[in-house]
């Protein structure tokens, strides 16, 4: 815990129209109808999927089945919470207790034939074969006469607005949920490419978001380095399992690189030199159990501690992970990046937009333009994004 934690509240689902309540009481009932219409599930899925419905709104947080590979382990980390309403906990700890449910709900980590079946897999599949990424894809070939320094800053742009098309976000959002308005509200980036100075024998950790189209410009970023010598190796990390609908898990990071060496041009060159660079583990996939812990990042294990402590830099995509990263708490939003990050074992970079209610690190005068443009909205809306980074 950091000395002025005490100051921030815990963000939680209890205040009715807030976006943690807005989460809970509607984007999870209308994600489990999303899984239900898209499988053929059975009657016994369907009676667990009700009964999911049912406890996460009106009932009490329960354990685990004793039978569950991981009971004990959410045994601990929901001493505090079982017998609770879910919106009365912290909102990040229910969030992640959803996910884990509704793969219990469906049967994934059962042993039977519905074991590893991915519920998000067919949305996640879908993003990747559509029209804009097709386009995005085919764009690289544009990239490819520039200078280097600025087909890095271009691919950097990319893989941070890669992160608006979250699904979870879109189920709430409707449709593609964007507005055609879209700012940086901090940008790091000069700091971050120094950071990442070409030649030096470096590792980056990246710590993935979303599959499909945030995954896809991810990895082209990191072909980027690993070609252009700013990283000898690159550790990936994904989630060791499905999580927040459109989460990257290893079966996805494949998918992708997939879709990369079937496209054309740019796109399938980096696609095949990925694919290499797998094999010679300069590119390396790591699926680390805390990946979805209910956890911030300040009580990470001693093993994940050292992968980001022996990192030139660690490049965190996303809004749950900027939740994870700096603590999920009402901050100021003028509170320092640097500050919020102290206890990370390294240089740490977050790629963002802004889709929940935390944020750090802002100008006052940034924050006051923010708040007089848009009251509170630009904080959840998927509108703006930044880029921090903590040296
Ligand atoms: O991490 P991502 O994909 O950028 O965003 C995750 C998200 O859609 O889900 C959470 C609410 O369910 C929020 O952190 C955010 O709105």
């Known amino acids: 815990m950091q000395p002025d934690d005490a100051e921030a509240p815990v963000i939680r689902g209890d205040e009715r129209g807030s976006f943690a309540w807005s989460v809970l009481a509607e984007r999870h009932p209308a994600l489990i109808q999303k899984v239900r219409d898209a499988f053929p599930y059975g009657p016994e899925q369907h009676r667990a999927l009700d009964a999911l419905l049912e406890h996460a709104a009106h009932g009490v947080i329960e354990p685990l089945p004793p039978g569950a590979h991981d009971a004990s382990q959410w045994q601990v980390w929901g001493r505090d919470h079982f017998g609770k309403s879910w919106f009365d906990v912290p909102f990040l700890w229910a969030e992640s ?112 978001d979303n599959a499909g189209r945030e995954l896809l410009p ?22 060791p399992y499905p999580y927040y609908v459109s989460d990257a898990t290893t079966s996805d990071v494949i998918d992708c690189l997939r879709r990369l060496r079937a496209a054309h041009g740019a796109a399938s060159e980096a696609g095949e030199r990925l694919w290499a660079a797998m094999t010679t583990d300069r ?32 490049l965190f995509k996303g809004d749950l992970n900027y939740r994870r990263l700096v603590g999920d708490r009402l901050w100021q939003p003028t509170d320092s990046f640097a500050g919020r990050t102290a206890y990370f074992p390294g240089p740490v970079a977050a790629l963002r937009t802004l889709k929940s209610d935390v944020v750090v690190g802002l100008d006052a005068s940034t924050e006051a333009a923010l708040v007089a443009e848009y009251e509170q909205k630009w904080r959840t809306s998927g509108t703006h994004a930044l880029i921090q980074v903590r040296r």
């Open 97 to 208: 207790y959803f996910y884990r449910r509704l793969l219990e709900a469906v049967g994934y980590f059962r042993p039977g034939p519905w074991q590893g079946i991915d519920p998000f897999r067919p949305f996640k599949q879908a993003e990747l074969h559509t029209a804009e990424a097709d386009a995005e894809l085919a764009a690289l070939d544009r990239l490819a006469p520039l200078p280097a320094d600025d087909q890095a800053q271009a691919l950097l742009l990319s893989s941070l607005w890669g992160n608006r098309a979250d699904l979870g976000f879109r189920i709430s959002a409707g449709g593609e949920g964007v507005a055609g308005d879209s700012r940086i509200v901090a940008d790091d980036s000069a700091l971050l490419w120094s950071l990442l100075t070409a030649g030096a024998p470096a590792s980056v950790c990246l710590v993935a």
């Open 218 to 239: 991810d990895l082209v970023l990191i072909d980027h380095l690993l070609r252009n010598r700013h990283a000898e190796r690159v550790i990936l990390h994904v989630k």
């Open 283 to 314: 590119l390396i996939v790591r699926a680390h159990a805390f990946s979805c812990a209910p956890l911030p990042y300040a009580d990470m294990p001693d093993d994940l501690r050292a992968d980001f402590g022996g990192a030139a830099v660690t």
